[in-house]
C-alpha cells in the first residue's frame, strides 16, 4: 500500500514551518505537520486564556504557551504551540558571522552556500529595523553605554520579524492604544496590524506585528493543502518496507485525554526543536529499539548558546528605562571577534508587565460583574501610570560557550520506571565567556549610572537559563561526528531528517532564529 504521506514533519517551528512551506511549494503534496502544542491567536494568548505552561509529561492536562525544562544547572524555555520558537522570541532575526561556519561544519555548509537562503527568510519573515522615530529608552541607554565606554562602533540596530508604522511614534496620546495599530492584509491571507510598542513579544502581541510563523511560512503551506495538526505530540517513528510509520498521541485539553494514532510517510522531517528532535531520537534509539542504528554521536555537544540577563537599576535616570515598552529587543553591541572565551553580543533585553497583561485579559473576556470590570479597570489604569518596571535595564547576552553538553535518556529519582531527557553539561568550560558578559554588563551598567545585580542563580548556584537550546543532532561529514550529513539527512535512515537547531554544532553567539531557518531552506531545497 502506498503511504499516506509524502512527507511527515514533526513540529512547526522554524524548522518545521520552512519546509513544510516550500516543500510544498516544490510540489510534494501529501505534506502533514504535526504540532505537539495549541494553535494561538489574540482571542486565547496566555494572559487571556490563562493557558501559561506546557507539561511534557502530560500535556493533556497542562498545553500552555511556555515548556520550561529544568535540566542540570540549566533551564531552557521552549515555545509550545503552531509556530514553535517564533511564539515566544525576541524577534530578532539576524545573520550568524561568516566565520562562524570555518570550523566544526562540513565543508558544504559556508556562509556563502548560506547567503541565499538567509536572504529568502529575511524576505518572509518582513524583517525590518525599529524605526527612528521610535527609539526606545533601552535602545538610547545602549547606544550611551556603548559610546561611554569606547564602542561606538559596536553599536547597531538589529533585523526584527516585526512591522512598523511610520505613523506611529512616542509623542501620540495614548501611545500604546491599539487604535494607533494600522491594520493589513498580508500575501499569505493573514490579516496583521504595525506595532504600537506594547512590550508583549514574548507572551502574544495583541496586534499581530510581530511576523510569527504562524502568520507567513505556515500559512502560505496550509494554502498550498499541506494539513497542520495543532495538539500532535510524537511519540515515535518507526521504519517501514517504503518509508516511516510515525506514532502520535492526539491531545484534547478540554477532555484531558489522549488519542494513540499512527500515520505513514515517504519521508520525516524532524523539527521538534533542539531537545524535542533529539529526545524523540534517543527514545526511538535506546528505549524503543525502532532507529538502532543512529549514530553515538547523538545528544553530544549541545549548547546554551552563552545566553545571560544581568539586571541593572536606574533610580535617577530621565525619562525611565521602561523595559515593558517597545519590542523586547531592539539593538546590540557586538563583540564577537573576541578571543575563546570572550565572544559575545550584548542586547536590551525587555520583560512584559504580566499584571498589566493579565489586567488586560481579564477586561477583555466576558463575564463578570459591572462593578468587577469597573473594579479591574481601575487597576488597569493604574497599572498604566506606574508602570512597575521602569526603572530596571535587563541587560541580555548570547555567547560562544563550550558547546560540550550531553543529552541522555536517565531515570528520576521518584520514578525509575520512567525514562526522562537529562543533561550532563559543565559549567567550567563555559564559565570564563559567562564571567566575560558579566563583567561587560557591570562595565556598561556602571558607565551610565546604572547599579547592576548579577543574580545568586550563577554567582552561588551556578546555574543558567536559555532560551536558544542547540545541538543534540549535529551537522557532520560521517557517523563518528555528526547525526545528520549536511542535507540534514539521518545518518543510516534514508528518508528521515532533522532541519532544526539541533544540528548546529556549536554555540552561535547570537540569536540562531534565523540560521535554522536559513539551513531548513536549504534542506528543502536539497531533498529529493
Known sequence: MANQFDVIIIGSGFGGAVTACRLAERGFKRILVLERGREWNPDNYPWKSGHWTYNPDCPEHESGWLDLRILDDMVVAQGAGVGGGSLIYANVSIEAKPDLFNRGWPPEITYQELAPYYRAAGAMLKVAELPDNQLTERFKLMREAAQKIG?????????LAVTF????NYGLEDRFDERHSVTWANEHGKTQGTCVHRGYCDIGCPVQAKNTLDLNYLARAARLGAEIRALHLARAIEPIEQGYRVRFDVIDPDRHTRTPGMHTADRVILAAGSLGSTELLLRCRDQYRTLPRLSPFLGKNWSSNGDFLTPAFYSKREPPVSPSHGPTITAGIDFLDGPPGAAFLIEDGGIPDLLKAYLDGRLNGRGGSLQARTFLHGLRE?????????RMMPWFAQGVDAADGRLYLGRKWYAPWRRALKLNWDVDRSATMIQAIVAMHLRLSQATGGHPWVPPTWTVLKNLVTPHPLGGC?????????????????????GLYVADGAIIPEAVGLNPSRTIAALAERIAALMS
Do not use: C, M
Not at 564602542?151 to 533585523?159: I, T, V, W
Not at 493604574?382 to 521602569?390: I, M, N, V
Not at 551537522?475 to 534514508?494: E, K, L, M, N, W
Open 151 to 159: 564602542a561606538g562602533e559596536r553599536f547597531r540596530k538589529l533585523s
Open 165 to 168: 508604522s511610520d505613523t506611529w
Open 382 to 390: 493604574a497599572a498604566l501610570e506606574r508602570d512597575a518596571l521602569a
Open 474 to 494: 549535529n551537522v557532520g561529514i560521517t557517523q563518528s561526528d555528526g547525526v545528520v550529513d549536511h542535507r540534514g539527512a539521518v545518518f543510516g535512515y534514508p
